[in-house]
């Protein structure tokens, strides 16, 4: 019943920019937190940016003034912009959803992102 499915991801080179977009169905979006989180190759998933049911947001240092979250909630929709892109970002970035109270968490499938040289 619940999905988050992720597009836009991709190959890119150092230095430009993607937009990843995050849909969910199934849930009462505005409800819901939402999260963009990444794993790279051999490392622990870690959180990229945050954006509450208020609007508020939260960065990784590593992303501070290179990526950002935002929300549609008419769209039921997340997205995480990424610019000035290094080849440190390249990982696997998914979605996520956390409604405050509950401890179950909804996750997208997961999309590829590398950045070249």
């Known amino acids: 019943q619940v999905q988050l499915v992720e597009s836009g991801g991709g190959l890119v080179q150092a230095g430009g920019s993607l937009k990843l977009s995050c849909t969910a169905s199934g849930i009462n979006f505005s409800d819901y937190d939402m999260a963009w989180y990444r794993q790279a190759p051999g490392k622990q998933r870690e959180l990229v940016a945050s954006?509450?049911?208020?609007?508020?947001?939260n960065y990784a240092d590593s992303v501070k003034g290179r990526f950002t979250i935002s929300r549609h909630n008419a769209k039921t929709s997340t997205y995480l912009q990424m610019n000035d892109l290094k080849l440190e970002d390249t990982a696997v970035y998914y979605c996520?959803?956390?409604?405050?109270?509950?401890?179950?968490?909804?996750w997208g499938q997961g999309i590829q992102v590398t950045v070249s040289p």
């Open positions: 954006i509450n049911v208020d609007g508020i947001i």
């Open positions: 996520n959803a956390h409604r405050w109270g509950y401890s179950r968490l909804f």
